[in-house]
């Protein structure tokens, strides 16, 4: 570990995780009604940081219930779009000026380097100010008929109600910032359920959102294992809407249960995304781009370019400096000025990592740097060095299951053709990047991947403006964008006999 000192704790984060942490139910801050708590910990050294309150079943009823209440009647109902807008700027304006705190929450219980944690919050109130304008550009239209007699036909922007969202632990706080920004701006209800790793940002947004002003029961978020408290909001009648991110597994019996009462769902899945890197690609901003692609966050990101096919007559000098460019990224604790990559989120995803990497050595591949948990003197945590798996073939397990770590394995290709058929030889379609100087090849291979991100030249760019989502199993419907508005609206058509 860098000898450096580590970057101290935000006096108003340290003051926040000071005490136990309870729900934010109808306005009040809430134990579960069992009295249970768990434990949160730092996955940069197995630290508990704090108890939170272990909700159940009966917590998802009455936050549901408050939010149903709060939808239909109270203040938020009657409130203008640019009640709504003034409220979303403000909760922006709060973010700003908590920033460095937020940051802080982030590293301390996601792991990641607090350089980039530092991103959260201007990116999380950006989202909010983005949807603040939605809130006043909802509208309908006028649709002229074809049926007999004198009549006026016109439709409605309405929000659907009561939404549940299910976030996951490897972007918290962003996460929960996208199931909230669209949901709010058109006028709907929800109850929040954060990943049990990662429930601390999500608690202290709950306490700016209630500083900026939001109704009660507008928003709660109900901590607690994600099985019970998942099925509980995803079966629930009273809740007419679901968002999740997370995995395609979790992703699929969640619309089982919607499917009991038919609601309305956005799912955000899994991915195991084709990073293609031609022969006359840049290739500084190639390496810069395939290593960034799939070790920030370590790897613990959805669209992460863990497939990267590298066109042959490149291929050896590539992975070989890919390999070496890995070798720079500072591994360590996330408070450490220093450090690039942190730790994973915990033990037993360490573990899975791992044993990803040794069934890659089993089925062939070769590891070119990396495959081990961390490097000297980190022996406390859950780190992963990054790893280059060279000597790939597209049909490895490596190859097709996602990973969620820092593993990327190299395969090579040889013609346009090739490689579009293997890019798209995968369940998943979440994210894909191209790096060529060739626009016309780029437009190609853009249009042919079965995906719903590509980047070229480039990789994760996102905006609050942007729609995400994925094809095939990595997702159904849209965050982000016109699309959000999209999701969380019902088109109502009224017919006026004027005759």
Known sequence: MSTNTLIPLNRNAAEFISKPKKMLINGKWVEALSGETSQTYNPAT????????????????????????????????????????????????????????????????????????????????????????????????????????????????????????????????????????????????VVLKPASETPLGTLRLGELIQEAGFPDGVVNIVTGPGTTLGNALTLHPEVDKIAFTGSTDVGKQIMKNCAETIKKVTLELGGKSAHIIFADADYEVALKNAANAIFMNSGQVCFAGSRLFVE???????????????????????????TILGPVISAKQKQSVLNYIDIGKSEGAEVITGGDAAEDGLTQGYYVKPTVLGNVRNDMTIAQDEIFGPVVAAIPFHSVEEVIEMANKSIY???????????????????????????????????????????????????????????????????????
């Not at 000098?317 to 070798?327: G, H, Q, R, S």
């Not at 995400?468 to 088109?491: L, P, V, W």
Request: glycine share 10%; net charge neutral.
């Open 429 to 499: 379609g979440l994210g894909g990047g191209i790096c060529t100087t060739d626009v016309r090849k780029a437009h190609k291979v853009a249009h042919a991947m079965r995906t719903g991100n590509v980047w070229v030249n480039t990789y994760s760019l996102v905006d609050p403006a942007s729609p995400f989502g994925g094809y095939k199993q990595s997702g159904i419907g849209r965050e982000n964008g016109s699309a959000a508005i999209d999701a969380y609206t019902e088109i109502k058509n009224v017919w006026i006999n004027l005759d």
């Open 312 to 338: 042959g007559k490149i291929y050896d000098n590539f992975v070989a400096d890919l390999a070496d460019y890995a070798k720079t990224y500072k591994l360590g604790n996330g408070f450490d000025p220093d």
């Open 46 to 189: 197995g630290e508990v940081i704090t108890s939170v309150a272990k909700g159940g079943k009966e917590d998802i009823d009455r936050a549901v219930n408050a939010a149903r209440k709060a939808f239909e009647e109270g203040p938020w109902p009657k409130l203008k779009p640019n009640e709504r807008a003034k409220l979303l700027l403000k909760l922006a304006d709060l973010l700003d000026e908590n920033a460095e705190e937020i940051a802080h929450l982030e590293t301390l219980e996601n792991g990641r380097s607090v350089k980039f944690s530092s991103f959260v919050a201007p990116n999380a109130a950006a989202h909010f100010r983005y949807y603040a304008g939605w809130a006043t550009r909802l509208t309908g239209e006028t649709i002229p008929t074809s049926r007999p007699g004198d009549v006026f036909n016109y439709t409605r922007r309405e929000p659907i109600g009561v939404c549940g969202a299910i976030n996951p632990w490897n972007g918290p706080f962003m996460s929960a910032v996208m199931k909230l920004a669209a949901p709010l701006s058109t006028g709907n209800t």
